[in-house]
Structure formats: C-alpha cells, structure tokens
C-alpha cells in the first residue's frame, strides 16, 4: 500500500525518524512540485474510471478545438 502525507516542514523530520524506525516502511521523500503533480495524475485517472463506467460523459475533442 502506498500512503501520500502532507507534514508541515518543522514536524516532518521527527515523523521521518519514527518511520525510519520500522523495518517494514520504505520512504521516498518528494517535494511539492512532484507531489502536486501525483495528486493531478490521481485526479485524471479517477475521472478516466468515471467515464469508463458510464458516472461521467465525456465531450468530444472536436467541440473543445472549436470552442477555442
């Protein structure tokens, strides 16, 4: 299972030490740029399954060019 956390930057090295701490965690440290950028991935991918299974309808490409 894979968990995102948000800490505040003064409480983070103390939360880092404690996980550090257990043989079965394994840390990757990513900074908000990255992070914002996974949340966006997450977000699209949950809409893309919306669309899949009918809960949202997606607009065709051509209307949207010709919007623009």
């Known amino acids: 299972m894979?968990?995102?956390?948000d800490i505040k930057d003064n409480k983070a090295l103390h939360i880092?030490?404690?996980l550090t701490g257990l043989s079965y965690v394994k840390i990757l440290v990513i900074y908000d740029l990255k992070?914002?950028?996974l949340s966006e991935i997450r977000e699209a991918v949950e809409e893309m399954n919306q669309f899949r299974a009918g809960k949202k309808q997606a607009h065709d490409a051509k209307n949207l060019l010709n919007e623009l």
């Not at 894979?2 to 956390?5: I, M, P, S």
């Open 2 to 5: 894979k968990v995102l956390l």
């Open 16 to 18: 880092l030490e404690v």
């Open 35 to 37: 992070a914002e950028l």
